[in-house]
């Protein structure tokens, strides 16, 4: 059998906007952000859903709380769904990092998975740790909807391995902030299919609510 994954990246918050590395920094989401996180608890509201996991970092627990009001359910965290610590990046944005560090910032775009910023994790540690989390949820969860709210990098990754496109080619997918992505796991080993990607119908009464 095989255990359906609701994929939800956290609402958006103000260094999305600003286009600012977070990474491990606690940035919490911004009024756009929190409607976005009502919009997605309207979306989900009547789905069969088991369980709710989310990063421990309060964008994506922000993102799931009023899902899981909702719902009635604990949101549960796991450390694993966190993004890619990126060290020195953090809180920078890609012409600053681009400035201060030209050579690690070289590495980065040339998408060299051993290489791993000062203080932060490589791209062969980030997989590792994502799929693995994947792996275990999906097995706890045989026949069964859950939710895990998470972040952009940790998505890119699922996306890739669900694909089996190359670690290193140029990303052309779409990782949209409270987007609802939904795929199926089967486990030993384990096998992610995409059903539907990057789906945010649900979010444009969150727009014009705060354009209004």
């Not at 095989?2 to 990474?23: C, D, F, P, Y």
């Not at 709380?65 to 359910?73: E, H, Q």
């Not at 391995?161 to 796991?185: I, Y």
Request: proline residues 4%; contains cysteine; negative net charge.
């Amino acid at each position: 059998m095989k255990t359906q994954l609701l994929l939800v990246r956290h609402g958006e918050t103000a260094w999305n906007a600003e286009h600012r590395i977070q990474g491990h920094l606690d940035i919490p989401l911004s009024p756009m952000g929190m409607l976005q996180a009502a919009q997605l608890a309207d979306c989900l509201a009547d789905e069969p859903i088991a369980a709710i996991f989310s990063s421990e970092l309060s964008r994506t627990w922000l993102t799931a709380a009023p899902l899981a009001a909702r719902l009635g359910l604990d949101v549960i965290a796991e450390p694993r769904l966190r993004e890619r610590s990126f060290g020195i990046f953090e809180g920078l944005t890609l012409d600053e990092i681009a400035q201060r560090y030209p050579t690690e910032f070289a590495h980065w775009r040339a998408r060299d998975l051993a290489w791993r910023p000062d203080g932060g994790e490589s791209g062969e540690q980030l997989i590792g740790r994502v799929l693995a989390a994947i792996a275990d949820i999906a097995a706890l969860h045989v026949g069964q909807s859950v939710v895990l709210v998470t972040h952009g990098g940790v998505l890119d990754v699922i996306y890739r391995s669900a694909r089996d496109l190359p670690w290193n080619a140029r990303r052309e997918h779409q990782m949209l902030n409270a987007a609802v992505n939904r795929l199926t796991a089967t486990v030993s080993p384990l096998v992610l299919a995409i059903e539907s990607w990057s789906d945010i119908a649900h979010l444009q009464a969150a727009r014009d609510e705060l354009l209004a």
